[in-house]
């Protein structure tokens, strides 16, 4: 697997929102690897709702 490979995500206010609402709840700071888990939980998410 090629892990060079650079990817851009766009993350809409919604999300953001989401992400924030996440970390309010867990009641203290997370990791980027746990944010980005969620936005691809989120993404999937949105997906499976089209």
């Known amino acids: ?6 990817t ?3 993350v809409t206010p919604e ?3 989401r992400l924030v609402e ?3 709840r ?3 700071p997370q ?3 746990t944010l980005s888990r ?3 939980e989120l993404l999937k998410e949105e997906a499976s709702h089209r």
Request: net charge positive; glycine share 4%.
């Open 1 to 6: 697997m090629d892990t060079t490979k650079t």
């Open 8 to 10: 851009t995500l766009k």
């Open 15 to 17: 999300q953001l929102e």
């Open 22 to 24: 996440f970390v309010r």
């Open 26 to 28: 867990s009641g203290r």
């Open 31 to 33: 990791t980027l690897e």
């Open 38 to 40: 969620r936005y691809l």
